[in-house]
């Protein structure tokens, strides 16, 4: 049927430690130590670091822990921060793990609205709604004059998010 808010959130970190060359199991085997200790994603989250040491294990700390552990042994680093500032962003939206710095001005997943599709910041109009209109040759300013109350740059931003995950998809 679908995903959760949460599991496509896990789903997007375990991409993103994947993308860091870690493990799939280290990556997994994180985000269990990640909900088991902070729950599921939420604000809390904000002060969240996730570290690599060694050979690739994957721990996960509070801001408060991993600022008072060393992560250096004898003037060598011991410990690779993966993620802290992405997780800086969750203190203002929820939705900051998933979508992309360059589009957060404009574009919105909440999963209380349109079953968490993306949408339009502050609006119910699903940026997919814009990119069939563009697929359909519709100029921007077409389809402003339809949506009056989204910015025409909010309109140029959400045809980008669309086509930004179309190029996703084929990696």
């Given at each position: ?29 994180a ?17 969240i ?33 993966l ?9 203002e ?17 909440n ?46 931003v959400?045809e980008?998010?669309?086509l ?8």
């Amino acid at each position: 049927m679908g995903y959760t808010f949460d599991t496509v959130v896990y789903l997007r970190l375990i991409r993103m430690l994947r993308e860091k060359q870690v493990t799939l199991i280290d990556s997994v085997t994180a985000m269990q130590r990640l909900c088991e200790r902070f729950g599921a994603p939420s604000t809390n989250w904000a002060g969240i670091g996730i570290f690599v040491y060694g050979a690739g294990e994957v721990y996960v700390y509070a801001k408060d822990e991993w600022q008072t552990t060393s992560l250096t042994r004898y003037h060598q680093k011991v410990a690779e921060l993966l993620f802290g500032e992405e997780f800086q962003r969750l203190k203002e939206r929820a939705d900051a793990l998933l979508v992309p710095n360059q589009f957060l001005d404009h574009v919105e997943i909440n999963p209380s609205i349109k079953n968490g599709l993306p949408i339009i910041l502050g609006t119910t109009v699903l940026t997919n709604t814009i990119h069939q209109f563009k697929q359909q040759r519709y100029e921007y300013s077409e389809i402003q004059a339809m949506y009056p109350f989204i910015s025409e740059e909010a309109i140029v931003v959400a045809e980008e998010y669309e086509l930004f995950l179309d190029k996703s998809s084929l990696n």
